[in-house]
């Protein structure tokens, strides 16, 4: 059983910063490619960021360099560190797994980015 626990969240203003956090639960972690997902308010879920279970990575176009995603192995925990906040970064971001075809997300943590 895969379960993944979102934090971090919160209200930061334009041109703050924020690091959310992914505790995901199961001994095979480090095998897992991770991702970060974001769900703005009447807008549909989008990838925000990726990294395999070798580190690497990558990002969607509206990053532009501000955010970075990173993992621990040895705390079974992914990380998106994001730099330059801007209003439209205001939405629910979720991590997500697959593990054995089976998709996981977690429940999400809310930023909220204000002027």
């Known amino acids: 059983q895969v379960q993944l626990v979102e934090s971090g969240g919160g209200l930061v203003q334009a041109g703050g910063s924020l690091r959310l956090s992914c505790a995901a639960s199961?001994?095979?972690?480090?095998?897992?490619?991770m991702g970060w997902y974001r769900q703005a308010p009447g807008k549909e879920r989008e990838l925000v960021a990726r990294i395999s279970s070798r580190s690497s990575t990558n990002y969607a176009d509206f990053v532009q360099g501000r955010f970075a995603i990173s993992r621990d192995n040895a705390e079974n925990t992914v990380y998106l560190q994001m730099n330059s906040l801007k209003l439209e970064d205001t939405a629910v971001y979720y991590c997500?797994?697959?593990?054995?075809?089976?998709?996981?997300w977690g429940k999400g943590t809310l930023v909220t980015v204000s002027s």
């Open positions: 997500y797994t697959n593990v054995g075809g089976v998709d996981y």
């Open positions: 199961g001994r095979t972690f480090s095998a897992w490619s």
